[in-house]
């Protein structure tokens, strides 16, 4: 990708360098892998604290120590600082053509954990968006995307057999910007009201949710194919959504497959939202909760 040519750049808030701790509550996120990784250990007779050790260990998170980072690590905050000025622009112009004004999130990079409005973030739960504010913690604001850039080598190629690249780590970037979307336009919290007045649709819900923030990647990625995006490298994108499948990563950690349990799609489901977003570059193609559409 050609991100010379990406003039803005995104808020980036990089917390690496800061010792990690482990998560004190549950799993929890909203994103795109949610609990993908403690799927995988628990197929595998793995546990969970002994991941985020390996994850933590080699990055001082045991010791307390602060972080020293690479330049390559550092020209990372500048890459995820460009993907995101390029949502910025994107999503910006859309909605100032309907005319609505785009608020854009801040992007939060983190190792091993930290604190969110969400209840924290942990490498266990991978990229995710947290849409709300928690009053316990007023410092940290509203609509964040938080990522975990080992989980891309350590989860997304290792575990799910991804090819990678950076179009790939861009995309996942661009379907939590999705969320940061929905939650502008009110989606998110009319999605939460419905789960909770129909408990028995919740995961239904959630697969539409997902599906739509992979048409939203979608609109982005045609947006840029051919000025940053280069001929082929489109398919480091559409090989991460079908990796990040439910079916695949079911088939990966059980054996099996049960679609009533899925919670963002089938892989078939996540390219082909993702690419009617791409060829379509129109976000209201996206209606992924309509029935008759898809």
Known sequence: MRWNRIQSRGT????????????????G???IIGLLLYLFLGGNGGSLDDVLGQLQGAQGAATGETIQLSQGEQQYADFASAVLG??????SQIFSDAGLTYDPPTLVLFRGY???GCGGADSSVGPHYCPRDDPSTPEVEPGVIYLDETFFDAVLEKQLGATGGDVAEAYVIAHEVGHHVQNELGITAEVTKLQQENPSEANTLSVSTELQADCFAGVWAGMLEGD???PGELRQAIDAAEAVGDDRIQRK???MVNPETWTHGSAEERVSWFMTGHDTRDPSACNTFDSTQG
């Open 12 to 27: 980036v808030e990089d917390r690496r360098s800061r010792p990690g701790r482990a998560a004190a509550g549950g799993l």
């Open 29 to 31: 996120g909203l994103g």
């Open 86 to 91: 390029s949502t910025n622009d994107v999503w």
């Open 114 to 116: 930290t604190d969110s």
């Open 228 to 230: 940053v995006i280069l």
């Open 253 to 255: 950690t059980t054996g």
